[in-house]
């Protein structure tokens, strides 16, 4: 677990920095109805995103956590970028969080089949 530990409160202080600047702006949302539904999505995104990582204390392994990792971020960071994206309204907005969102996908894809090969060499040796 201590191999995790550093990146899983990285993660959790990103998500909780993001989630707070998100919340900032929607008090300054265009309309009500905007601004309910941003607030929502920034939620959801934020507390299922920190009650998932919090799953990961309980995983065996590393490979175990690294898989639960991965669909925790991504999930959370598309439901935040989707509630910015509401907050803006903005077309160009959308398709550059849209953008992000996708090479954090595949970054996060990357970065997890890296760690995990390394992993399985250390076992190995």
Do not use: C, Y
């Amino acid at each position: 677990m201590s191999e995790i530990t550093p990146w899983l409160l990285a993660s959790l202080l990103l998500l909780l920095l993001s989630l707070v600047v998100g919340l900032a702006r929607a008090l300054r949302g265009p309309t009500l109805e905007d601004r309910m539904l941003s607030v929502q999505l920034l939620g959801t995104g934020g507390v299922g995103t920190l009650l998932l990582t919090a799953v990961l204390l309980d995983l065996p392994d590393l490979l175990s956590r690294l898989h639960a990792l991965t669909k925790a971020d991504n999930l959370g960071l598309g439901l935040l970028a989707l509630g910015v994206g509401l907050l803006d309204g903005g077309v160009l907005t959308g398709v550059k969080l849209f953008l992000v969102w996708l090479l954090v996908l595949a970054g996060s894809a990357v970065s997890t089949h890296l760690i995990a090969r390394q992993a399985l060499r250390r076992e190995r040796n």
